[in-house]
């Protein structure tokens, strides 16, 4: 996932908030600021809601974005609309949200957005909840697929729709029928003749490293719909070359 492909639904995102005059321009440059000074916490994202914790001036809130989803013939007509175009949907099966491919609107319009905080602002909407529109448009830079989260369908699930939907178009083409025989230029060898082949002697190990090193620093955090922190990809790293190394490793 390109972070160009991040900044074009992040700005998406932000003209549609700034361009549709249904927040004030004091307020939307307040929640701007807000957001640039003070970062939120405790941040969820979830098909239709998008929620968390900020400091304001000594005091914490807690403010929600809540997000229409798209309906079910929405998200169908998009995956369809995706697979006209391959290799768009063989980027998105790769992990980048296309831009500019399908008619189908991922970025909502300001009547698909409802904000709201328990400041007690009820003259409008707060400063608070519109910090988080900026908010949620960092996360969309960050990872485009929050959007789609946010829209009702996270990565994997799309991932899922547009790999089932290829395969089913693909039996269709060919009649419904899977060949038996190998593709490609090269088939390999038959099993009969590999099963019958000499061994060869395997080439020498090279002496493993005693201790285990610092796992490299992730480039891209994790997706925020997985459920994964960038510590548990550390840990687990890390208790993956231990374990390693205790399978592999032979005392001389």
């Known amino acids: ?3 160009a492909n991040g900044v074009v639904w992040a700005n998406e995102w932000i003209e549609a908030i700034e361009d549709s005059g249904s927040f004030g321009e004091d307020v939307l440059k307040a929640g701007a600021r807000l ?7 405790d941040v969820e994202v979830a098909p239709g809601l998008l929620s968390g914790r900020i400091t304001h001036r000594g005091s914490t809130y807690t403010a929600q974005l809540g997000v229409q989803v798209l309906a079910d013939d929405q998200w ?5 609309q995706l697979l006209e175009q391959p290799a768009k949907a063989v980027a998105l099966i790769l992990g980048e949200l296309p831009d500019g491919c399908v008619d189908v609107p991922l970025v909502p319009s300001a009547g698909e957005l409802y904000p709201d905080c328990n400041c007690g602002d009820w003259n409008g909407v707060c400063v608070h909840a519109t910090a988080l529109l900026y908010e949620a448009a960092r996360l969309i830079e960050s990872d485009p697929f929050v959007l789609t989260t946010l829209r009702g369908r996270g990565r994997y699930e799309l991932k899922s729709a547009i790999e089932s939907a290829r395969t089913e178009s693909d039996g269709q083409r060919a009649g419904g029928r899977v060949s038996g025989h190998p593709r490609g230029e090269d088939p390999g060898m038959p099993a009969a003749a590999a ?3 000499q061994p060869e002697e395997l080439p ?3 002496r493993l490293p005693l201790d285990i090193g610092e796992p490299v620093a992730l480039s891209v955090p ?21 374990h390693a190394k205790n399978l592999l490793y032979l005392e001389s």
């Open 1 to 3: 996932m390109g972070a």
């Open 195 to 197: 099963y019958r082949r």
């Open 35 to 41: 957001a640039r000074n003070q970062s939120f916490v």
């Open 222 to 242: 994790p997706p925020v719909d997985s459920g994964v922190s960038v510590d548990d990809v550390h840990a687990l790293v890390v208790a993956a070359s231990k």
């Open 204 to 206: 020498t190990a090279r």
């Open 76 to 80: 169908s007509a998009f995956c369809e």
